[in-house]
Nanobody, 126 residues
Framework: QVQLVESGGGLVQAGGSLRLSCAAS????????MGWFRQAPGKEREFVAD????????YYADSVKGRFTISRDNAKNTVYLQMNSLKPEDTAVYYC???????????????????WGKGTQVTVSS
């Protein structure tokens, strides 16, 4: 099992930046590929980005590619999402997710994961 706690959300002007953090505990962090998802009011939860267990590979949704960067520090049991050039359409609750070992990328990106954080609100004003 792993417990996940997100932080770093808040209110920011369009064009600004935020960095989200997700701190993990309860298991060996490096066993898990990690992802970020988001859910806007009235919409379904959607995939944002994920990263391999070692941090040597990343993947992004087209909507955030070139603006967001996912990274991890296994020594600190933490995964990050650096968000630059924020747009009002980025407004959502952002969730950290841990993919169980051997979960396929397809399953993980579709939300087929065992562990979720409770989310942190990001609001981008115009």
């Amino acid at each position: 099992q792993v417990q996940l706690v997100e932080s770093g959300g808040g209110l920011v002007q369009a064009g600004g930046s935020l960095r989200l953090s997700c701190a993990a505990s309860g298991s060996t962090f490096s066993y898990y590929a990690m992802g970020w998802f988001r859910q806007a009011p009235g919409k379904e939860r959607e995939f944002v980005a994920d990263i391999t267990r070692s941090g040597d590979g990343t993947y992004y949704a087209d909507s955030v590619k070139g603006r967001f960067t996912i990274s991890r520090d296994n020594a600190k049991n933490t995964v990050y999402l650096q968000m630059n050039s924020l747009k009002p359409e980025d407004t959502a609750v952002y969730y950290c997710a841990a993919y169980p070992p051997h979960t396929s990328w397809y399953q993980g990106r579709a939300g087929g994961v065992n562990y979720w954080g409770k989310g942190t609100q990001v609001t981008v004003s115009s």
